[in-house]
């Protein structure tokens, strides 16, 4: 394994066809994509929707092994510690303070930002997979892990012809994680 897990967060907005990019680099031979990262805590692991192979995300084989590995259980510890630190900190309107370096992050940052490496680290491990494909989205999230020295990150910002963003909108979106 790397000694940084690599992550390629995909950007943009909602509807621009990142799940599409995710999945299709999620089949090249050393790339993971386990979908967007960034939801997990409230998604996955509050609400329980499905993961991908249909189980809940709490029953699934794969996040129960990262989740053990990262974390010691499933779910984590401190769930709702998570999730009030990223209400917290993993805010557009917070970008600003997250254009600091490393050594200056306030410490809810950096624990926050510890949670993402861990992650990051044992689906590198458990996966061994030499990309890890996030499909998150948000830019506040990638300012949050642009922060890590412990995360090799890059950036595809997917740009979608703005009237076909509309139109996506304008239609019902089958949500496999909710039916």
């Keep these: 394994m790397s000694a940084s897990p690599r992550v390629l967060l995909i950007t943009g907005y909602s509807r621009s066809g990142s799940t599409l990019l995710a999945r299709v680099l999620g089949e090249i031979d050393g790339f993971v994509s386990p979908g967007e990262l960034r939801y997990l805590w409230q998604r996955g692991l509050t609400e329980n929707r499905r993961c991908d192979c249909g189980e809940p995300c709490l029953e699934c084989p794969f996040w129960q092994k990262v989740l053990f590995r990262a974390y010691g259980s499933a779910p984590p510890p401190d769930l709702e510690g998570i999730l009030d630190l990223q209400r917290r900190v993993d ?14 992050m306030p410490g809810e940052v950096a624990t926050y930002l510890r949670y993402h490496e861990h992650l990051y680290q044992a689906i590198e491990e458990i996966t061994g997979a030499r990309w890890i494909v996030d499909s998150s989205k948000d830019p506040s999230f990638g300012h949050v892990l642009a922060l890590s020295e412990d995360i090799d990150l890059s950036v595809v910002h997917l740009i979608r012809d703005s009237r076909a963003v509309a139109y996506s909108w304008t239609r019902d979106k089958h949500d496999p994680g909710t039916g």
Excluded: K, Y
């Excluded at 309107?93 to 370096?101: E, V, Y």
């Design 91 to 104: 805010r557009v309107f917070r970008i600003p303070s997250l254009t600091r370096t490393a050594g200056d």
